[in-house]
């Protein structure tokens, strides 16, 4: 989670828009959306988690986003295409794989950490929930 909200430290924003109530930091946010993505939860369960454990605290947040927070930043990070920015720094300067061979063991780990399936319903909420677990999955192995 830490390292999650380094990354977006780097790559985002600090807030959506100048005139928001300034209660989280878009980093923030997208490190729970990371922990909500790697642990395969809920909007509901993710905010009950965080209420159980003090990993707000270590982020700096006051208080627990709710579910209609988290839901905004999601299609905020998406609509805004920052995911491509976290991909680009956490590839870096690497070369295109080349090899079917790591191509389908890198799909294999994603479908078998982060689940095969994928809850959005339009072609583009699709591309932009895999692309989403890519950065989670380049967390993870990071």
């Not at 454990?53 to 700096?60: A, K, S, V």
């Not at 609509?79 to 976290?86: E, F, I, S, V």
Request: glycine letters at 4%.
């Amino acid at each position: 989670m830490k390292l999650a909200h380094e990354l977006a430290l780097a790559i985002l924003p600090s807030f959506r828009s100048r005139f928001s109530r300034h209660d989280f930091t878009l980093a923030q946010l997208f490190a729970c959306l990371v922990l909500r993505e790697h642990m395969k939860l809920t909007y509901r369960r993710l905010v009950a988690l965080l209420k159980d454990n003090d990993w707000c605290e270590r982020l700096g947040m006051t208080r627990v986003p709710s579910t209609a927070t988290l839901c905004r930043a999601f299609e905020f990070l998406i609509a805004q295409r920052h995911l491509h920015d976290a991909l680009d720094v956490l590839i870096g300067s690497a070369k295109p794989y080349g090899q079917r061979a790591q191509v389908e063991t890198t799909l294999s780990m994603i479908k078998r950490n982060l689940g095969g399936y994928l809850r959005a319903r339009t072609s583009v909420g699709r591309e932009m929930e895999m692309m989403f677990k890519a950065v989670v999955h380049n967390l993870m192995v990071v």
